[in-house]
């Protein structure tokens, strides 16, 4: 085996430099890889996917009921009279089968909790899963919006204070929101090349990456969050903000890799900072907003200027799906801005959106994201395809009728005992309970870690002869274990990422063996290269 060639590597981004690793932790055939790179969870969420199944089996009876039976196999549109009736029939014949009293539930809840109609919303969901229909309208289906706003109210506002509306796009996961979301504000002049935008770091990789591209060319400026303040942004670094040069600020939150919320203190100090600076435009891509107890998004504390990105693909265990949505309030700067562009702006864009609309002016810039993602002139086919819409309805009833959370609890619960796992057996205790902890992931830090097992100055020593991809190569090679690089999300310190959701609990209990031995046999180098006579066995709390 050649050693991999540092300096070439040290260019690629995290994701890159994974398939580098797992090339050397898959060398071994006799040997099991381990792969904690991946976000991608290995759990699922199985109601609201037999729920999926079932329905499309009564709206296929509905289908062929109402083309009175065509053997070449051949059916009609479902008919909206009568559609409850005929679904109380089958959720009664049925009633044993897995996913039916959860659809039975659904459709109660639609009706008494939501106040919709439970005829509307039967017909939409079957016209949908059967997808014989152009998703109309191409924004989101009607009740879809409705319901999925329900959700997200629930999840990313809950109790907090909110006036006013929002609207919802249905795009194809997290991905599609962000590269819908740059295309469009380049093209509604929001962001032009040249301007500053502030990145809360360390932040999932293609949030520096998409900025630095030819298409927009942002300046870039950091808001560092603080290891030694559990991650969160200190006031100082917020202050950054304040300066007007800075266009806008994308953050992740919880954060991806260091998987902490911003603390109640951080959200209510930015809100003010807003306040003075009433034009800034915040996106927050809230992923993992769901995995936290009553966790409130900056969309919530500062709904006129915050775009909402939010995903289905971690927390329903829905990656292959690809749901997610971005939300924007209908009072919002996005609006503002553009209707106060420069007359030659303002020209181009009416021009630009006029085949779709007598009145360009007024369109919503959440309607300019929808005929942007079409290239505009096929704003009349645009639109997340209707079976996701389905799906993403029920996996968001599936959350709004689970009182009190125990899928939420489980999921914390599956998480929580694979980090205990984890640093049991690295033989260092993780960081005193944060309430602000979400812990999809886990930094491993190498000056946390060293520092707390042996002192700063083997934290020096290693700081200064390896190489700080040296390790994860290390442990790729030697014990098969892949961990994402920290540094490529923007970490200041040299670090691992380990994400908690796509292993078994005996995995990271390897994995954390595999770490102590690494760390032991460095721990012999260093005292061969400095004469110190550090003890490797120390277990620290
Ligand atoms: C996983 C992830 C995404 C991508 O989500 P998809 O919905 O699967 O496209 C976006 N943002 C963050 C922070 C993520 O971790």
Redesign the pocket.
């Known amino acids: 085996m050649t050693k991999p060639d540092m300096s070439k590597l040290a260019s690629l981004s995290p994701f890159e430099l994974k398939d580098e690793l797992i090339k050397l932790a898959s060398s071994d055939a006799d040997r099991l890889m381990l792969n904690a790179g991946r ?1 991608n969870p290995n759990f699922l969420a199985t109601i609201p996917r037999h729920g999926f199944w079932q329905l499309g089996l009564f709206a296929m009876r509905e289908s062929e009921r109402s083309f009175s039976y065509m053997p070449e196999g051949v059916g009609g549109f479902p008919r909206r009279e009568g559609i409850e009736e005929r679904f109380d029939l089958f959720a009664r014949e049925y009633a044993d089968v897995p996913g039916v009293s959860f659809l039975a539930g659904a459709v109660s809840y639609v009706r008494d909790q939501l106040g919709l109609s439970a005829g509307d919303f039967l017909y939409e969901m079957c016209e949908g899963i059967l997808a014989c229909n152009y998703p109309v309208p191409d924004r989101m289906l009607k009740l879809s919006e409705v319901i999925v706003g329900q959700y997200i109210r629930k999840e990313m506002i809950g109790s907090h204070p909110f006036i006013g509306e929002f609207d919802l796009f249905a795009v ?7 590269t819908y979301l740059f295309n469009s504000i380049r093209e509604n002049h929001l962001l032009k090349a040249g301007d500053t935008i502030a990145l809360g770091m360390p932040i ?1 990789t ?1 949030y520096i990456e998409i900025p630095e591209l030819n298409d927009f060319k942002l300046v870039e400026l950091s808001i560092d969050a603080d290891p030694n303040e559990r991650w969160q942004y200190s006031n100082k670094e917020l202050d950054k903000l304040r300066d007007p040069k800075v266009k806008a600020f994308f953050l ?1 939150n919880p954060s ?1 890799p260091p998987s902490v919320r911003m603390s109640d203190e951080s959200l209510e100090y930015l809100a003010s900072i807003i306040e003075e600076r009433p034009d800034l435009i915040i996106l927050t ?1 809230d ?2 907003g769901t995995f936290a107890d009553n966790f409130v998004s900056l969309f919530a504390m500062c709904p006129k200027n915050t775009i909402l ?1 939010y ?4 927390y329903f265990g829905a ?1 292959g799906w ?3 949505v971005i939300a924007t309030h209908r009072d919002n700067v996005f609006d503002e801005k553009i209707a106060a562009l420069p007359d030659a702006a303002r020209k181009e864009l009416h021009e630009r959106y006029t085949s779709i609309t007598t009145e360009p002016d007024k369109l919503k810039f959440i309607d300019r994201l929808v005929a942007d993602s079409r290239t505009v002139a096929l704003n009349h086919t645009a639109g997340l395809s209707t079976p996701q819409q389905v799906q993403m309805v029920l996996f968001s009833l599936f959350s709004l009728m689970d009182t009190p959370d125990s899928y939420k609890a489980a999921m914390k619960r599956l998480i929580r005992s694979r980090k205990a796992a984890l640093y049991r057996e690295i033989g260092i205790a993780p960081e005193a309970d944060d309430p602000n902890a979400v812990d999809y992931y886990t930094l491993l830090d190498i000056e946390a870690l060293g520092g707390k097992a042996i002192g700063p100055d083997f934290v020096k020593w290693v700081l200064s002869s390896v190489e700080p991809n040296e390790l994860l190569f290390h442990l790729a090679e030697d014990a098969g274990v892949v961990l994402l690089p920290g540094r490529g999300f923007g970490t200041r310190h040299p670090s691992g990422r380990v994400s908690l959701a796509n292993l078994n609990e005996s995995d990271y209990a390897k994995i954390g063996r595999s770490i102590r031995k690494l760390f032991e046999e460095y721990v012999d180098k260093y005292n061969a290269a400095t004469g110190n006579k550090a003890n490797k066995h120390v277990v620290k709390k």
Do not use: H, I, Q
Request: aromatic residues 12%.
């Open positions: 976000g194809e996961g997290g991905t599609a929101a962000m999932f293609p992740v991806n891509d992923v993992y990105v995903s289905f693909s971690k990656t690809r749901l997610g």
